[in-house]
């Protein structure tokens, strides 16, 4: 269309003008003491708030020195590895976390029963909502997709902008059971009118886990083992709660100061976390890059050759990262990673992909020490959780478009829990300050410009 041509004409003509008078020197960040990304130096985060809800531990008191150690991350005090652990054998693992997140406390028998059925009976949609809202205008990009269906449920809320905290416990709970209908809608509806695939819209069993029902809406024939099932709810409750200060739960915590409705801080929670820098990681991509250039999975030679050419800019997306490796708060050890990789290596073996698991546990081994001598490394290096999230998913049958709104379905307890934290607590909105640098200049007449 013609005005169409003409903004971008004219955008490709101004967008200069935004790099000019846009840009800020670095140096100055050091001199002024601004903290870039909120983060010094060294990649810790600025303190901007209080939290009960989780812990991040990367690093021990010793004589007085701070000290990389091996990862923890414990909700509501206790260590997940210890919850994946009293899980074992168990359903409703996800359920049971985030029963602990929201409430505080783990549940009985009967409480978790209780909740466990509560989430089950949320998974619902109004009448026509995947028709109208989901099928209407589908896309690759199924966070968006989800974006738009949760902004759009505020429409059937009479108590939308209600900030009582039962009202906000419903409107999160009911999150929490419609995003994996969401997730998995949004992808059948683009993959049905972008990719000319079948459609199929499978209801949730009411006796079914989430990590269960996801699987059961997914595929064709609704069927999963109970390992995917278990392997699955385990990446989900990895996945759901991360501190205060990611960049999604603090987006969640900033929108929630301000007064706004629970469906607006979750939707722009959403928005962050597909950010590329966020959730939406490039790991599998390279993963098909590496297997593409390593035909010998054993050769440990050749495998650590090829990372060498990724991070010296000479392979891949040449920017110099092996993506999965290092965190931004764990030093030594992710604490999530090393509690799923056994579940990883069960399901690989399932499925026979055993050498697909030898080229990961080589990369593994060999990345950390090269990217420990290749680089100014202040606190360790080591897979995260996302290293072998990707590997199960695909094993999982899950496509790749699903991958980060997966991260979400999980995420959105962490969130909900964090947004009934700020209301209960805080009741003050966050309003951090910058430095101007703007200089004062005196103004122009039109005519004389």
Request: hydrophobic residues 35%.
């Amino acid at each position: 269309m013609e005005y169409m041509e003409n903004l971008t004409e004219y955008v490709e003509k101004q967008a200069s003008l935004c790099q000019q008078h846009d840009v800020i020197d670095k140096e100055l960040y050091a001199r002024y003491g601004v903290k870039r990304g909120l983060r010094d130096e060294n990649g810790q985060g600025v303190l901007t708030g209080l939290t009960n809800i989780s812990q991040i531990i990367a690093f021990k008191d010793v004589d007085g020195q701070k000290v990389p150690c091996d990862g923890q991350l414990l909700y509501r005090g206790y260590d997940v590895q210890d919850l994946v652990k009293g899980g074992k054998g168990k359903r409703h693992i996800f359920e049971e976390a985030a029963y602990l997140l929201l409430f505080g406390e783990l549940p009985t028998e009967a409480q978790l029963s209780e909740f466990s059925s509560v989430i089950a009976e949320s998974m619902n949609l109004p009448t026509n909502f995947t028709r109208d809202v989901i099928m209407k205008a589908p896309s690759v990009d199924i966070m968006n997709s989800m974006t738009r269906s949760v902004l759009t449920l505020a429409s059937y809320d009479n108590q939308a902008t209600n900030l009582d905290i039962d009202n906000v416990l419903r409107q999160c709970i009911g999150l929490i059971g419609t995003f994996p209908m969401m997730a998995v809608y949004g992808y059948h509806a683009y993959n049905h009118y972008e990719n000319d695939g079948s459609m199929y819209i499978h209801r949730p069993d009411k006796d079914a886990s989430v990590a269960e029902n996801i699987l059961r809406m997914l595929r064709p024939d609704m069927k999963y083992t109970e390992l995917e099932a278990r392997v699955l709810d385990i990446a989900l409750l990895l996945h759901m709660e991360h501190g205060g200060g990611n960049n999604s739960t603090f987006t969640t915590r900033v929108v929630t100061s301000s007064g706004s409705d629970t469906y607006s801080a979750i939707a722009a929670a959403l928005s962050s976390l597909k950010g590329r820098k966020h959730g939406g990681a490039n790991l599998q991509v390279m993963m098909d890059d590496i297997k593409e250039h390593i035909k010998d999975y054993h050769d440990e030679e050749a495998i650590e050759a090829y990372l060498d050419k990724l991070l010296n800019k000479q392979a891949y997306d040449h920017k110099g990262l092996i993506y999965g490796m290092g965190h931004a708060v764990y030093s030594l050890s992710d604490p999530r990673e090393k509690v799923f990789k056994s579940f990883v290596e069960q399901l690989a073996a399932a499925k026979g992909r055993d050498e697909d698991m030898t080229l990961y546990n080589n990369i593994e081994k060999i990345a950390p020490k090269l990217i420990a001598k290749e680089r100014k490394i202040y606190k360790g290096v080591s897979p995260n959780v996302d290293f072998y999230s990707g590997f199960v998913y695909e094993m999982l049958g899950i496509p790749r478009e699903l991958y980060t709104p997966l991260f979400a379905v999980a995420r959105i307890v962490g969130w909900s829990a964090h947004r009934i934290e700020e209301l209960v607590t805080t009741d003050k909105i966050i309003r951090p300050a910058y430095k101007s640098l703007v200089k004062y200049r005196e103004y122009v007449d039109r005519d004389a410009r």
